[in-house]
């Protein structure tokens, strides 16, 4: 690598990442129990090189009738408050990871579940992990609406990367996939290893983000994961899926993609399960 080449890495690394998906609020989920702990994962997520990052709380599921929009509101604002407080070098932005139900389009209208960002225009969406749902006619209602689904860990889904003809039709309706940063290290398994990289690399996956929950057990390592799609994909592919896409989710506006010669292919509907 000559110099020129090794300084414009260095100021891409430089660049501070947005996550989209981070459960960081502290007492609402499965992240962190306490106020401290959340400044610990806050902390751990500057460190990472994230500048912005939204909360996204569960809702739904078995987090029904918990987490309303309102608190959550409340909780992000005391939390920056409190980063400011710490001198912490984070925002945080209100979100939700929003288990997939038949009841998301009447809770839309009546601001009962949070859009990415509070924009109104990205919706997280968790399918349960034991089964797999059909969600295209929910896409298609969403999309009337001028709302973008975005698909989080599909990797780590079991049924879903054994049938990825699924995915294909469901790329059709506006939908976007989020792999985890910690997948494509090796953290949830060979299979969800292989799975989020070929998503990348078909240029079916969008975005990556961390779905850190804590400090140790579910960390954030998105530097470590941008590294290895700029040495792998290229540094395009890093700053799309690590920092462009996600500041576009977080504005509002629409996400990017990059053009592979198999991508969306009817006829690859078997890469998930190749070795």
Not at 215 to 231: G, S, T, V, Y
Request: aromatic fraction near 4%.
């Amino acid at each position: 690598m000559t110099g020129t080449e090794n300084v414009r890495a260095e100021s891409l690394r430089d660049q501070p990442f947005v996550d989209i998906h981070c459960h960081c609020l502290a007492g609402v989920d499965d992240g962190p129990d306490t106020e401290a702990q959340s400044l610990a994962l806050c902390q751990a997520l500057a460190e990472d090189g994230i500048g912005r990052v939204i909360a996204t709380p569960h809702q739904l599921g078995r987090f029904s009738g918990c987490n309303e929009p309102a608190e959550i509101r409340q909780a992000v604002s005391s939390l920056n408050q409190e980063l400011r407080r710490h001198r912490i070098v984070l925002h945080v932005v209100v979100g939700g990871d929003v288990r997939v139900d038949e009841r998301l389009c009447a809770m839309l209208d009546t601001d009962s579940i949070l859009t990415l960002a509070d924009g109104g225009r990205y919706l997280l969406l968790e399918l349960p992990h034991e089964i797999l749902i059909d969600i295209e006619p929910l896409l298609v209602e969403l999309s009337c609406r001028g709302i973008e689904a975005i698909l989080s860990h599909p990797e780590r889904h079991l049924v879903l990367t054994k049938q990825p003809a699924v995915v294909l039709r469901w790329l059709e309706h506006s939908v976007h996939l989020q792999v985890t940063a910690g997948s494509l290290l090796g953290e949830f398994g060979p299979l969800a290893e292989r799975t989020a990289w070929q998503l990348l690399s078909y240029g079916w996956a969008s975005l990556v983000a961390t779905d850190a929950h804590d400090r140790h057990r579910r960390w954030p390592c998105m530097r470590i994961a941008f590294e290895r799609i700029r040495l792998r994909l290229g540094e395009r592919m890093a700053r799309l899926v690590c920092i462009e896409n996600p500041t576009r989710v977080l504005e509002g506006r629409s996400l990017e993609s990059l053009e592979y010669p198999l991508a969306g292919k009817p006829g690859n509907e078997r890469v998930f399960s190749d070795s």
